[in-house]
C-alpha cells in the first residue's frame, strides 16, 4: 500500500486548504483512513478519520467545525477540507490506513498500519 499527500502550502489565518491522500496497490478493503499531524518539537497528534463503510467521520476537537475529511472511494483518495486556518494548524500532515475493523473508528497513531510521506501546511499570522 501507498499513500501519497499533496495540497499543503502557505496561507494566511483564516484560509482555507484543502489536501488529499491517494492510496494505491493493495489498499482495496482498507476499512480507515485518517489524517493526523505533527508540528516542531510535538507528538503526532489525530486531526481525522473517516470509516470507508458507511463514511462515518469523527474529529478532534481543535479542528471540529472548521475541518472537513471526505473520501471518493472510486479513486481511494480521501480529502481534508481545511478552513478558519489559525497559527497552531501549522504542522506536516500525514495521511494513515487501516485495513483491520474495528469497533470504533481509530484515533491513535499506532492503530494505522500504513503511512503517507506527509505535506507541509504553514499558516501565517
Known amino acids: 500500500v501507498q499513500l501519497q499527500a499533496s495540497g499543503g502550502g502557505l496561507v494566511q489565518a483564516g484560509g482555507s486548504l484543502r489536501l488529499s491522500c491517494a492510496a494505491s496497490?493493495?489498499?482495496?478493503?482498507?476499512?480507515?483512513m485518517g489524517w493526523f499531524r505533527q508540528a516542531p518539537g510535538k507528538e503526532r497528534e489525530f486531526v481525522a478519520a473517516?470509516?470507508?463503510?458507511?463514511?462515518?467521520?469523527v474529529y478532534a476537537d481543535s479542528v471540529k467545525g472548521r475541518f472537513t475529511m471526505s473520501g471518493d472511494n472510486a479513486v481511494n483518495t480521501v480529502y481534508l477540507q481545511m478552513s478558519s486556518l489559525k497559527p497552531e494548524d501549522t504542522a506536516v500532515y500525514y495521511c494513515?490506513?487501516?485495513?483491520?475493523?474495528?469497533?470504533?473508528?481509530?484515533?491513535?497513531?499506532?492503530?494505522?498500519?500504513?503511512w503517507g510521506q506527509g505535506t507541509l501546511v504553514t499558516v501565517s499570522s
Open positions: 494513515a490506513l487501516r485495513r483491520v475493523p474495528r469497533i470504533t473508528i481509530p484515533t491513535m497513531p499506532d492503530e494505522y498500519d500504513y
Open positions: 496497490g493493495r489498499a482495496f478493503g482498507s476499512y480507515y
Open positions: 473517516i470509516r470507508w463503510r458507511d463514511g462515518r467521520t
